[in-house]
């Protein structure tokens, strides 16, 4: 029932994400970066791990320059196994090919693993949040198993104010997240 009601949200979400014209999510990307860079969060910040962006997804490449600039240490995602991933650092937008599934990954012989634990902030994709930090991701668990071994990083996520939502349904691996900045609205809850 639960699985079920996740699947349906999940076709919704990703249905409205689709939807939006590439300028909305360009003007939407720069507007969160600005908020986003703006913060205590990104400020303390010596190591953040963000995600490489689908076409569909929330443009963080302002963000990668930003952290570039500021000479802080950023990571992205790397799949080394079925719902298994490691972060990797990104030296610079040179080092970055297109990998897997259209995804930008870091070159192999340029990659440098970055432990969970030095990572200081975690930039969290999904397709809808909640204001208690619930998350709906695409269903593979990468998030949920990678995570927890974040152990001193403040997980947020930066979305389109449509994928807020007051709750989620969620299951007990679901790892929550402190917290959401959208165009309108942000939330910080020192859930882990």
């Known amino acids: ?13 990703l249905a409205k994400r689709a939807a939006l014209p590439f300028d909305e999510r360009d ?6 970066t ?6 205590e969060f990104y400020r303390e910040a010596k190591v953040l791990m963000a995600y490489a962006s689908t076409p569909d997804e929330l443009q963080l490449n302002e963000l990668f ?13 790397l799949i080394v196994g079925k719902g298994l991933m490691r972060a990797v650092a990104v030296p610079s937008f040179d080092a970055l090919e297109m990998g897997a599934f259209g995804i930008q990954t870091v070159k192999r012989e340029l990659r440098q693993f970055v432990e969970p634990a030095q990572i200081d902030c975690v930039i969290v994709p999904g397709l809808a949040f909640d204001v208690s930090g619930g998350r709906l991701g695409l269903g593979g668990g990468f ?7 974040a152990v001193n990083a403040r997980k947020i996520a ?22 959401v900045l959208t165009p309108e609205r ?6 882990h």
């Open 158 to 179: 930066l979305a389109y104010d449509f994928q807020l939502l007051e709750s989620l349904p969620l299951e007990p691996h679901d790892f929550r997240i402190n917290g």
């Open 1 to 13: 029932m639960l699985k079920a009601r996740k699947a349906v949200l999940r076709r919704e979400f």
């Open 65 to 77: 320059a930003a952290c570039f600039n500021a000479g802080k240490v950023l990571a992205i995602p």
């Open 34 to 39: 600005e908020k986003f860079t703006a913060t």
């Open 186 to 191: 942000s939330f910080y809850n020192e859930v």
């Open 143 to 149: 998030y949920d198993r990678f995570l927890p071994q």
């Open 27 to 32: 003007r939407i990307g720069h507007a969160l």
